[in-house]
């Protein structure tokens, strides 16, 4: 059985950083390629960055590219989301997603078959 299981979020002031990590069991994360997605309250669930099974690969939001950094660690099989700078706009549960295909691309989140049950950042102003 596939799980994914995100850890990391929290309360955080504006300007601060957090790094997220998203850890797998029942697949290996060197075949996938995984994402990570925020869902502001009440809105989409939105792209954040991806990154592929080799992890030198990887993609971003555009708006995000600078502050924050997908990384993986393929022994560790966890993948990892460094955010610095943080602003309020960044409160928002954040999840992990894995899909079959090991290429990092910004894809629908329709294209992703495994998620997390995700993380709550918060950023105070």
């Known amino acids: 059985q596939v799980q994914l299981v995100e850890s990391g979020g929290g309360l955080v002031q504006a300007g601060g950083s957090l790094r997220l990590s998203c850890a797998a069991s029942?697949?290996?994360?060197?075949?996938?390629?995984v994402g990570w997605f925020r869902q502001h309250l009440g809105k989409e669930r939105e792209f954040v960055a991806a990154i592929g099974g080799s992890g030198i690969n990887t993609s971003y939001e555009d708006s995000l590219k600078g502050r924050f950094t997908i990384s993986k660690d393929n022994a560790k099989n966890t993948v990892y989301l460094q955010m610095n700078s943080l602003k309020p706009d960044d409160t928002a549960v954040y999840y992990c997603a894995a899909r079959h295909s090991a290429v990092a691309a910004r894809v629908s989140r329709y294209e992703y078959a495994y998620w997390g049950q995700g993380t709550q950042v918060t950023v105070s102003s």
């Open positions: 029942g697949l290996t994360f060197s075949s996938y390629g």
